[in-house]
T-cell receptor, first 116, second 112 residues
Framework: EAQVTQNPRYLITVTGKKLTVTCSQN?????MSWYRQDPGLGLRQIYYSMNVEVTDKGDVPEGYKVSRKEKRNFPLILESPSPNQTSLYFC???????????????FGPGTRLLVL | AQSVTQLGSHVSVSEGALVLLRCNYSSSVPPYLFWYVQYPNQGLQLLLKYTTGATLVKGINGFEAEFKKSETSFHLTKPSAHMSDAAEYFC??????????FGAGTILRVKS
């Protein structure tokens, strides 16, 4: 089954304790992205990757890191989480390449993070 | 720059009534427009999208949307609401290929 998977689905942590949220897709997509969803703000892009070893900042990158060493994986790293990073996080992927803007992004199930 | 405005953070309709969720966009490049639905505790699922061609787009679950360039709108409609339509709906635009810009979302409530 074609899908985007995220782990963990739920996470409670404390301020300053480094954490990683994994994202994996099995559709051979070039493009992957991370969004955070907050009430009343919709989804905002954190980082994206157009291909392996190619990453770039989105609209709200502060406090986050990413890496793209393999095509299928795009982990999100919070090196020193703070309470304002409490949110619902979504990973997404699409085919990428020349198709660009009109391609559908497929979303993972979400990771709900609480930083105390 | 791109932006999306969804009018009405909450919309309530009776079962069987027309559903109308409003979306206006701003884009400096030709936009590609999307509607996603999010059911409680789930991820986002694509309802429909406009890329090029026919401006009336049909999606899943009986939803459709019309792209109106002159009004910069992409409103979502469904002739008859079902209880199962209760969810949050997001309109989004992608003009550059590197991200979706989302509206704030509209929560649809369906009353029996």
């Amino acid at each position: 089954e074609a899908q985007v998977t995220q782990n963990p689905r739920y996470l409670i942590t404390v301020t300053g304790k480094k954490l990683t949220v994994t994202c994996s897709q099995n559709m051979n997509h070039e493009y992957m992205s991370w969004y955070r969803q907050d009430p009343g703000l919709g989804l905002r892009q954190i980082y994206y990757s157009m291909n392996v070893e190619v990453t770039d900042k989105g609209d709200v990158p502060e406090g986050y890191k990413v890496s793209r060493k393999e095509k299928r994986n795009f982990p999100l790293i919070l090196e020193s989480p703070s309470p304002n990073q409490t949110s619902l996080y979504f990973c997404a992927s699409k085919l990428g390449g020349s198709g660009g803007s009109q391609e559908t992004q497929y979303f993972g199930p979400g990771t709900r993070l609480l930083v105390l | 720059a791109q932006s999306v405005t969804q009018l009405g953070s909450h919309v309530s309709v009776s079962e069987g009534a027309l559903v109308l969720l409003r979306c206006n966009y701003s884009s400096s490049v030709p936009p590609y427009l999307f509607w996603y639905v999010q059911y409680p505790n789930q991820g986002l699922q694509l309802l429909l999208k406009y890329t090029t061609g026919a401006t009336l787009v049909k999606g899943i679950n009986g939803f459709e949307a019309e792209f109106k360039k002159s009004e910069t709108s992409f409103h979502l409609t469904k002739p008859s609401a079902h209880m199962s339509d209760a969810a949050e709906y997001f309109c989004a635009v992608d003009g550059y290929g590197n991200k979706l810009v989302f509206g704030a979302g509209t929560i649809l409530r369906v009353k029996s």
